[in-house]
């Protein structure tokens, strides 16, 4: 999950990787390097901590080069330190930064250090490094021993290489992990995402699976799995470099919350013609295979998989469509049955989540037929190896903690619905009310965000507070779910979620003054069955914050606190009544004085397993 920049042109590139390297932070945050050559030289920086360390370096004790590569690092093989921080050196001669994990590191490792190879770091990245300069003794050029290695390495990993025996010459490589080559005049840059290059260019190659390009200032040569030499399309981004800055806000987390009008917006945006749901959207053939499907099976991981399980209640609630739903890492060891006419839906921010990626290679091992992804990066592997793909349309999102791509992505999939409803049991009429309630979405949203500055002086109750207990029934268990996610995530407050139902069964024990209950009620028929639950808490003392649906009668007492939340109909409710949960643990890492969007342990993108 680490970030990788690097860069060949006729100017100083070390600027240029450190606005990379802070683009990628979400990345990882460990610690920072970059090594550049000049002079036939490498030069190599690295610190501990974040990108403003090494720029604090790099004042200090200045470098420059017209080609390198640079590193942010989420630690998985040893601990956050200078030594085990990126790029790593062979010999003065070959450097390398590395996005993924090795599994075969250890047999490397004792193969080199037989051969007189000393590490100097606990990495599986070093064992890299030091397969190349082992490779270069009897190869002709960098470009053929990177080759060598690749083939002795098992795992995942994106790669930027460079060496003082070419000093022009960039390698990139890639195999589980994204990497990216962006194209400008005269020069190239490497990078795991496009955002660390919207200030030097829009127009970008996507690496596929397999490929290694060989860069110069005046060439570009990219070789395929099987090393024949392929051309790979240039595509124009749309974004710009304002579209990942943080503008007027305090942080991204709070710049996206209150971007969820529009993103939503653009989630439904040229889907409907006539008020009326086009299954185009999903793919040429969508319609086709939604004729042939019988059930749908979801994979996905930690925000992704709260959406998902919403959508479990949707799919059989509203359409009467058989659907399960699996935590992506456990579905490809569990030795599921799968048939051939299930779709196989899954649900990543990024398109890169190891464990959805193989999840979806696993269900089609199965025997699978169909697949559906739905993402907010197009050019991400899960899209493209998927047959059918809808776009949340989220835009960028920095911050740690997902915020509006997990409202498009229950946007998106209620889109879903809709489309395979109409085969099973989902009548045109409800198909009409729930594109109603889709429209007014952006509307709402804006409504309840109008609820910021009451949440922000109920936040300051959790100051002190080290657990919290989330309560929700029926699709609102899990955006209770989502809630103590982002309360913890951003928090550091441990906090767990609950069927309420559930109470009785264990976690009623854990209540006490000292134990904020938040509790999602919105007024639907559960909603009674609820208010017994909160009545078990207030009985033992339990302080209960209470989100509930302005038209119900209630008022706010000693032990319970309401906030109501404008009226919405039940099927789109459970996007609604996320934002106040998310800015709730918002304000409380404020106060808190947390890192809300790079929050401690934790990277946006989970690209290893």
Sequence with gaps: MCGIVGGVAQRNVVPILLEGLKRLEYRGYDSAGLAVIDNQVIYRKRELGKVKGLEALLQADPVSGSIGIAHTRWATHGKPSTANAHPHVCKDKVAVVHNGIIENHECLRGSLIENGYEFTSETDTEVIVHQIYEAMKTTDDLLSAVKLTVKKLEGA???????????????????????????????????????????????????EEGDIASISIDKLVIYDVNDTVISRPIKESQLTADSVDKGDYRHYMLKEIYEQPFAISQALEGRFINNRLQENSFGHNASEIFDNIKSVQILACGTSY?????????????????????????????????????????????????????????????????????????????????????????????????????????????????????????????????????????????????????????????????????????????????GALKLKEISYIHAEAYPAGELKHGPLALIDADMPVITVAPNNRLLEKLKSNMQEVSARGGQLIVFMDETLASSSDDNIQIVKVPQVENEIAPIIYTIPLQLLSYHVAVLKGTDVDQPRNLAKSVTVE
């Excluded at 930027?160 to 990216?180: D, F, M, N, Q, Y």
């Excluded at 290059?197 to 690496?207: A, C, D, E, G, K």
């Excluded at 907010?376 to 509006?404: F, H, W």
Aim: hydrophobic content about 45%.
């Design 157 to 207: 990993y994106a790669l930027g290489i460079v060496s003082t025996e070419e000093p022009g010459v960039l390698i990139a490589c890639r195999k589980g992990s994204p990497l990216v080559i962006g194209v400008g005049i005269g020069e190239y840059f490497i990078a795991s995402d496009v955002a660390a290059l919207l200030p030097v260019t829009r127009r970008f190659i996507f690496l």
């Design 306 to 482: 709260n959406a998902g399980l919403v959508a479990r209640y949707w799919f059989e609630n509203l359409a009467r469509v058989p659907c399960n739903i699996e935590v992506a890492s456990e579905f490809r060891y569990r030795n599921p049955v799968l048939a051939a006419d299930t779709l196989v839906v899954t649900i990543s921010q990024s398109g890169e989540t190891a464990d959805t990626l193989a999840a979806l290679n696993e269900a089609k091992k199965l025997g699978a037929k169909y697949s559906l992804a739905i993402c907010n990066v197009p050019e991400s592997s899960l899209v493209r190896e998927s047959d059918l793909v809808l776009m949340t349309r989220a835009g960028p999102e920095i911050g740690v903690a997902s915020t509006k791509a997990f409202t498009t992505q229950l946007t998106t999939l209620m889109l879903l619905v809709i489309a395979i409803g109409r085969r099973f049991k989902m009548t045109e009429l409800l198909e009409q009310k729930i594109t109603s309630e889709l429209f007014s979405l952006p509307g709402k949203v804006e409504a309840v965000l109008k609820l910021d500055d009451e949440i922000k002086q109920l936040a300051e109750q959790f100051a002190e507070k080290q657990h919290a207990l989330f309560l929700g029934r029926g699709t609102h268990y899990p955006i209770a779910m989502e």
